[in-house]
């Protein structure tokens, strides 16, 4: 049986307390593209608002689209505020 699994390279974070935390790319591109593809679907739905917040909104223009393939997510969201 052929394994499917990629290997992808981890990273760890310490805290000043002492706390590690550790994720992957693999984990940070996936949960971008969500965001991403819930977004996109959001704006198709709700239509009459997605000009207002794509192209008029100062706050959306700063913090969508999120780049999958760097750590631009922790940039964009590390005020805290997500879009919900």
Known sequence: MESTLKSTKAIIISGTGGAIHQYSEDEVRG????INSYLKVLFKKYSMFANTFQKDDDLCKKKLPIN?????????????????
Request: hydrophobic residues 45%.
């Open 68 to 84: 999958p393939d760097n750590h631009e997510i922790f940039e964009k969201l590390g005020d805290g505020f997500i879009f919900a």
């Open 31 to 34: 949960y971008v593209n969500l």
